[in-house]
């Protein structure tokens, strides 16, 4: 049983940071491609950001795009979302997630076969 566990949340100002980490002892999670999606109360969730199992490909919703970052290491199986210039919509739960995804569904959750518990994030105006 693959697990995984987000952490990092918490409650921040609008304009300030946080990093999430999400780490498993899943010893192929270096070989999946890893996601961040973020789920708002009354709202569905969605993609925020994913990065290739290799690394070398980063993907990130328009919404977040050049205020958050994804990252991974591979040494202690985690991976990171910096979240910079945050805003009060950024407010929501915030889940990690891994599979072997087809190139083009990274931002498609249903393609994603393991999930963390999420993780509250909190943005005050």
């Known amino acids: 049983q693959v697990q995984l566990v987000e952490s990092g949340g918490g409650l921040v100002q609008a304009g300030g940071s946080l990093r999430l980490s999400c780490a498993t002892s899943d010893p192929t999670f270096s070989t999946k491609t890893k996601a961040w999606f973020r789920q708002a109360p009354g709202n569905e969730r969605e993609f925020v950001s994913a990065i290739s199992a290799s690394g070398d490909t980063t993907y990130y919703a328009d919404s977040v795009k050049g205020r958050f970052t994804i990252t991974r290491d591979d040494v202690k199986n985690t991976v990171y979302l910096q979240m910079n210039s945050l805003k009060p919509e950024d407010t929501a739960v915030y889940y990690c997630?891994?599979?072997?995804?087809?190139?083009?569904?990274?931002?498609?959750?249903?393609?994603?076969?393991?999930w963390g518990q999420g993780t509250q994030v909190t943005v005050s105006a």
């Open positions: 997630a891994a599979g072997y995804i087809s190139k083009n569904n990274y931002d498609m959750e249903d393609e994603y076969d393991y």
